[in-house]
């Protein structure tokens, strides 16, 4: 039978986050004792590449992988063909221009004829030739956030999320350029028999994050209010409604969309339900 051949991060932001998503979704991709080259999964037909990120792209677009999970910054940066499957919502960063912390900063234009280290070349000289800045870059492969320190560059363009790097590096954030969250994509000639195992991975991945952004709810509601409740819950075709042994109550079963929760709870107890139970949803199948 064909396998889907995956490529994800061997060790750096996506890795742990990618594995996990593979879990979820049934897929045992974690071999973290050794973290080999190469994961087998026994209940699905996908095998797991662990690689450096900055090779997933091409190892995507020349087929040696099918599919891949890296970092929109990466792909951007190596200009690969690549066809993107899914937004992945995890591993969001974004790519900023940072400086020293005590430098005299006035705007964008600070930049023009000074050196910016990056390990992201390509995607800075599209910045700065958008922003009509006229820098030097320099291009090095790793620990871009030292090289304002060690004198070899008055600045960094490089990814930030938490800002911890930058600020145990004693650099600030001065311009946030690009955003970027982590993909799955895929090769743009995939076979139907593979693009058949992808497409089965993604109606997991869709049910994963179908069952993170909403929440089931379970309530107590006096009969004689139920109707005004129910018009409160949308729930997935509509809610679910169990007796209690008091005869003047009903249990209503719904699921809500996590972002409207607060505002529904407050009005379902206004219209008088009692012993709200909010709880998460593991997988949710629509
Ligand atoms: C990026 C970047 C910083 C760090 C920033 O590296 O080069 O080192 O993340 O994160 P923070 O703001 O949370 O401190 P990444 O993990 O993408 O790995 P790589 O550049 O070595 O591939
Ligand atoms: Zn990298």
């Not at 049934?26 to 590449?49: E, K, W």
């Not at 910054?73 to 200009?79: A, F, K, L, P």
């Not at 909403?214 to 004689?224: D, F, G, T, V």
Request: net charge neutral; hydrophobic share 45%; charged share 25%.
């Amino acid at each position: 039978m064909e396998r889907l051949k995956i490529a994800i991060q061997k060790s750096g932001r996506l890795s742990d986050k990618s594995i996990e998503l593979f879990e979820k979704a049934g897929i045992s991709a974690s071999n973290a004792s050794s973290r080999l080259l190469f994961a087998s999964s026994p209940d699905f037909p996908i095998d797991i590449l662990y690689l450096r990120d900055d090779d997933i792209p091409q190892c995507v677009a020349d087929g040696v992988a099918d599919a891949g999970i890296v970092g929109e910054n990466v792909i951007w940066e190596t200009g690969q063909q690549v066809e993107v499957a899914e937004k992945l919502g995890f591993g969001k960063c974004r790519l900023s221009l940072a400086i020293p912390r005590d430098a005299n900063y006035n705007g964008l234009q600070w930049f023009n004829g000074k050196k910016i280290a990056t390990t992201y070349p390509n995607i800075l000289k599209k910045v700065l030739a958008d922003n009509n800045i006229n820098a030097d870059i320099h291009v090095i492969n790793g620990s871009v956030e030292i090289c304002p320190v060690i004198g070899l560059a008055d600045a960094i363009f490089d990814i930030v999320s938490t800002g911890s790097t930058l600020l145990s590096n004693g650099l600030v954030e001065k311009e946030k350029m690009v955003n970027s969250q982590a993909v799955l994509i895929k090769n743009e000639k995939l076979s139907a028999a593979k693009q058949e195992i992808l497409d089965k991975l993604l109606f997991r991945i869709h049910a994963i994050h179908a069952a993170k952004s909403n929440k089931y709810i379970l309530l107590n509601a006096p009969k004689a209010k139920l109707n005004d409740i129910i018009k409160l819950l949308p729930g997935m075709k509509s809610p679910s409604v169990l007796p209690l042994a008091d005869s003047d109550w009903v249990s209503v079963h719904s699921v809500v969309q996590e972002d409207k929760f607060w505002g529904i709870i407050d009005e379902l107890r206004a219209a008088g339900a009692q012993g709200i139970l909010v709880v998460p949803i593991e997988k949710m199948i629509l």
